[in-house]
């Protein structure tokens, strides 16, 4: 039994910035890579961004890239999503996800994680 949470979504101002946040527990990880995803209206879930258990390993979605940092936390199991220079078309539901046994890699798709968090609205005006 694991448990993500998300936190940190909100209404923000194009231009803006927020920091995502996802904690999991129930149960130690002993390692792990994760993800962050979103989904629009109307819109299939995709990546954002992921990180490798050791975090030196990252993707980024090209829409976001030079935009979105993912990093680990100081706390176990915890990751974060920093968001600058925030557009509309950000807007969407955020997923935070979870693989085990991760090796060294990142994962960019949707079957390729074991546990999903129940997502945090971020919004953005123009």
């Known amino acids: 039994q694991v448990q993500l949470v998300e936190s940190g979504g909100g209404l923000v101002q194009a231009g803006g910035s927020l920091r995502l946040s996802c904690v999991a527990s129930g149960r130690t990880f002993s390692s792990y890579a994760m993800g962050w995803f979103r989904q629009a209206p109307g819109k299939e879930r995709d990546v954002v961004a992921a990180i490798s258990w050791s975090g030196g390993n990252t993707y980024y979605a090209d829409s976001v890239k030079g935009r979105f940092t993912i990093s680990r936390g100081n706390a176990k199991n915890t990751v974060y999503l920093q968001m600058n220079s925030l557009k509309p078309e950000d807007t969407a539901v955020y997923y935070c996800?979870?693989?085990?046994?991760?090796?060294?890699?990142?994962?960019?798709?949707?079957?390729?994680?074991?546990?999903w968090g129940q997502g945090t609205q971020v919004t953005v005006s123009s």
């Open positions: 996800a979870a693989r085990t046994y991760s090796s060294g890699s990142y994962y960019t798709g949707l079957s390729e994680y074991d546990y």
